[in-house]
């Protein structure tokens, strides 16, 4: 299993539009084949920094949901929307793997 972390940098002022973005990809990894984790948004420190963390089997299992992105209907209007809003000014996308017993 992997793990995409995802640091956003976000505008501090579109918040509300970005948590909107948010619950739209939720539902869509999940249908995709992956296990989201949830979104977190500023609370306390700093005021423009969101994370996601989400799971897939491994990482080909991800780069076959990443391909899949682009034919997908709810994949383009959620990142259509996105260009609208423009409430994302950078991410980073790292990948992590669990230590299990």
């Given at each position: 299993?992997?793990?995409?972390?995802?640091?956003?940098?976000?505008?501090?002022?579109?918040?509300?539009?970005?948590?909107?973005?948010?619950?739209?990809?939720?539902?869509?990894?999940?249908?995709?084949?992956?296990?989201?984790?949830?979104?977190?948004?500023?609370?306390?420190?700093?005021?423009?920094?969101?994370?996601?963390?989400?799971s897939f089997?491994?990482?080909?299992?991800?780069?076959?949901?990443?391909?899949?992105?682009?034919?997908d209907d709810?994949?383009?209007?959620?990142?259509?929307?996105?260009?609208?809003?423009?409430?994302?000014?950078?991410?980073?996308?790292?990948?992590?793997?669990?230590?299990?017993?």
């Amino acid at each position: 299993m992997i793990t995409c972390y995802l640091k956003y940098v976000i505008d501090m002022h579109k918040i509300p539009e970005f948590e909107v973005y948010a619950r739209r990809w939720i539902p869509i990894v999940n249908r995709m084949g992956g296990a989201h984790h949830g979104y977190f948004l500023p609370h306390e420190g700093a005021s423009n920094i969101a994370y996601a963390l989400f799971s897939f089997p491994s990482l080909a299992a991800y780069e076959d949901y990443r391909n899949r992105m682009a034919g997908d209907d709810e994949c383009v209007a959620t990142l259509e929307l996105e260009k609208r809003n423009r409430s994302i000014i950078s991410y980073e996308r790292s990948f992590m793997r669990p230590v299990l017993d």
